[in-house]
């Protein structure tokens, strides 16, 4: 098993900067990526980024891209998240992800919930206009 907890979310203005952070504990071994989505007030949870555990690559949703960025510390089992040009629809439930199986590192199976075996209970990010 593999427990996930985030950290970081909050209200911030348009424009504005957040890093969340996700710590992993349990059998941190495993894990082959991790991966951050997010949930709008009525909408279906979405993908938002990922990254593989060892070699570190990223995949982004075009929406962030360019915006966001996904980190790793190895050492601290940590995955982090920067969000930089924050917008109001980047306000959502963010939730940490981390998948024990190894899987193609392409769009369909990253950007994929069901690729995940473990989440996080999310943090609030909330961004006024």
């Known amino acids: 098993q593999v427990q996930l907890v985030e950290s970081g979310g909050g209200l911030v203005q348009a424009g504005g900067s957040l890093r969340l952070s996700c710590a992993a504990s349990?059998?941190?071994?495993?894990?082959?990526?991790m991966g951050w989505f997010r949930q709008a007030p009525g909408k279906e949870r979405e993908f938002v980024a990922a990254?593989?555990?060892?070699?570190?690559?990223?995949y982004y949703a075009e929406s962030v891209q360019g915006r966001f960025t996904i980190s790793r510390d190895n050492a601290k089992n940590t995955v982090y998240l920067q969000m930089n040009s924050l917008k109001p629809e980047d306000t959502g439930v963010y939730y940490c992800?981390?998948?024990?199986?190894?899987?193609?590192?392409?769009?369909?199976?990253?950007?994929?919930?069901?690729?995940?075996?473990?989440w996080g209970q999310g943090t609030q990010v909330t961004v006024s206009s």
């Open positions: 992800a981390a998948s024990s199986t190894s899987w193609p590192f392409l769009k369909a199976t990253i950007m994929a919930s069901s690729s995940y075996d473990y």
């Open positions: 990254i593989s555990w060892n070699v570190g690559r990223t």
């Open positions: 349990g059998r941190t071994f495993s894990i082959y990526a």
